[in-house]
């Protein structure tokens, strides 16, 4: 799991606002804002936001993550398919 990179007291991330989101662009990078020490949110990328909004559909779609468990069982047996054997249609 991706760690928090940075911890910004509110008072400070309103001033900084700016700052803090040119830093965040492009990067995986998650900034906590404290408030009394204590972590109250986080500041992510537009583009982190979304690949976490995309993994939260795919985990929730029964019929995805039963194929997903089979083909991991599958892997784990060793039954690979090659890419020639991959229909692409």
């Avoid at 509110?10 to 906590?32: P, W």
């Avoid at 468990?69 to 991959?86: H, L, P, Q, Y």
Wanted: proline share 2%; charged share 35%; glycine share 6%.
């Amino acid at each position: 799991m991706e760690q928090i990179q940075e911890y910004v007291p509110v008072t400070q991330a309103k001033t900084r606002l700016l700052d803090l989101v040119r830093k965040l662009k492009g990067s995986g990078d998650a900034i906590a804002i404290t408030k009394n020490g204590v972590p109250e949110a986080v500041l992510i990328s537009m583009a982190k936001f979304e690949g976490m909004l995309e993994t939260l559909e795919i985990l929730s779609d029964d019929k995805t993550m039963k194929a997903l468990r089979r083909s991991m069982r599958d892997a784990e047996k060793g039954k690979w398919i090659s890419e020639d054997e991959v229909s692409w249609e």
